[in-house]
């Protein structure tokens, strides 16, 4: 996955919409590389509705401090989601050639030039489905499951989702919710106390 070719696709698409569960920081610059900790974030995500660009929804799908991996997952998914819903044909006519030079950079693939057609068709029928979540982990399972997995269980709940959304009528939201019901530390804390937690880390790591 390239990264910059990433925040180029989604600036490409014109941004995308969001309502964020919670603050999320951009991270500054690093202190610990093996454990993975930063200084003073450079900015913030605020709570709420959001436009985001390119820059910041990659942030908004790789930030970790504070939280954990599978608050993380929770927003990737949730920019995939709004990626998909807010993807539109007048988008793909007007920036094809944005959008496509952007994408060649994003992922590799052996699809061929003349498959692209139809992969344009299947996304705008995908965008007037509903789209459900079920992640091996937290919020969906114990946060030791995905450790030691149990296969049957996995299928049985992707069995009755599969059941669930069928029975669904399509109606996607222009502003795409991310994780509301998730508890404030899976989402991302306040503003005030990620900045105490980020100065205390600095002043730990520098001491």
């Not at 610990?32 to 436009?51: F, L, N, Y």
């Not at 991996?69 to 006519?93: E, G, N, S």
Request: charged fraction near 20%; hydrophobic fraction near 40%; aromatic fraction near 8%.
């Amino acid at each position: 996955m390239d990264m910059d070719g990433f925040a180029k696709l989604i600036d490409a698409m014109g941004g995308i919409r969001i309502r964020a569960g919670g603050w999320v920081p951009l991270s500054g610059d690093m202190v610990d590389e093996a454990r993975g900790i930063h200084g003073m974030p450079t900015g913030w995500i605020p709570a709420g509705d959001q436009k985001l660009d390119g820059y910041h929804a990659l942030w908004y799908g790789r930030s970790r401090e504070f939280v954990d991996d599978y608050a993380r997952i929770q927003r990737q998914q949730c920019v995939q989601q709004a990626m998909l819903k807010q993807l539109d044909p007048a988008t793909l006519l007007a920036k094809f050639e944005d959008i496509a030079n952007a994408g060649t950079k994003v992922v590799e693939s052996n699809i061929s030039a003349s498959q692209l057609g139809s992969f344009v068709d299947l996304a705008v029928k995908a965008k007037g489905q509903n789209v459900s979540r079920l992640t091996i982990g937290p919020p969906d399972f114990d946060a030791s499951f995905s450790t030691v997995p149990d296969f049957d269980q996995i299928h049985d709940r992707v069995s009755k989702l599969l059941a669930a959304q069928s029975s669904k009528s399509a109606g996607p939201p222009t502003t795409f919710s991310c994780s509301p019901e998730l508890p404030p530390a899976a989402v991302g804390r306040s503003r005030a106390g990620a900045a105490y937690q980020a100065v205390a880390v600095a002043v730990v790591r520098f001491n």
